[in-house]
T-cell receptor, first 112, second 112 residues
Framework: KQEVTQIPAALSVPEGENLVLNCSFTDSAIYNLQWFRQDPGKGLTSLLLIQSSQREQTSGRLNASLDKSSGRSTLYIAASQPGDSATYLCAVRPGSARQLTFGSGTQLTVLP | DVKVTQSSRYLVKRTGEKVFLECVQDMDHENMFWYRQDPGLGLRLIYFSYDVKMKEKGDIPEGYSVSREKKERFSLILESASTNQTSMYLC???????????FGPGTRLTVT
């Protein structure tokens, strides 16, 4: 059974710092991986989707990488801002499945 | 932009009541999903639908049923609400099952 782990569970950084969030998964047979952002009490906002054939995807200050063979993905946030404070979740889609398997998230706080 | 809406942001119901949670998407997506999110347990899939009148059980379907009579609308039904169904309920949709999932704002349900 696919398991998705995100470490650390919480991270606090000063504004302007570049940072990396980590996601690991146990079964490398994935179709794609999606990164989300969730603000307190709200739904999930999709940030990036990486297909299994891709190595990375970029959107603005965000860059997500995927290393399927090692079962790892990272989300790089450049020049962090207080507005980036949220919980970041990664989710993988196993090759044959319709549904996503989610990690438990990393709660990011960017201090002004 | 994809828009997924949920009928209520907050809902309070009594034990034993029948509860309907509604989700509507406006992008002609084939697939729709219902998740619940609980502290320490993350997001777990309850049911999903890949076409009108078609549904499949997710990881935790017990105590729930669903209805999809029209493509844009997916309803989650709690036949007899119990206190252990107090949770945040999130609806999502995607064009194809392997494509990006878009989430609604969530419904915080409290069963007393």
């Amino acid at each position: 059974k696919q398991e998705v782990t995100q470490i650390p569970a919480a991270l606090s950084v000063p504004e302007g710092e570049n940072l990396v969030l980590n996601c690991s998964f146990t079964d490398s047979a994935i179709y794609n991986l999606q990164w989300f952002r969730q603000d307190p009490g709200k739904g999930l906002t999709s940030l990036l989707l990486i297909q299994s054939s891709q190595r990375e995807q970029t959107s603005g200050r965000l860059n997500a990488s995927l290393d399927k063979s090692s079962g790892r993905s990272t989300l790089y946030i450049a020049a962090s801002q207080p507005g980036d404070s949220a919980t970041y979740l990664c989710a993988v889609r196993p090759g044959s499945a319709r549904q996503l398997t989610f990690g438990s998230g990393t709660q990011l706080t960017v201090l002004p | 932009d994809v828009k997924v809406t949920q009928s209520s942001r907050y809902l309070v119901k009594r034990t034993g009541e029948k509860v309907f949670l509604e989700c509507v998407q406006d992008m002609d997506h084939e697939n729709m999903f219902w998740y619940r999110q609980d502290p320490g347990l993350g997001l777990r899939l309850i049911y999903f639908s890949y076409d009108v009148k078609m549904k499949e059980k997710g990881d935790i379907p017990e105590g729930y049923s669903v209805s999809r009579e029209k493509k844009e609308r997916f309803s989650l039904i709690l036949e007899s609400a119990s206190t252990n169904q107090t949770s945040m309920y999130l609806c999502a949709s995607s064009l194809a099952h392997y494509e990006e999932q878009y989430f609604g704002p969530g419904t915080r349900l409290t069963v007393t």
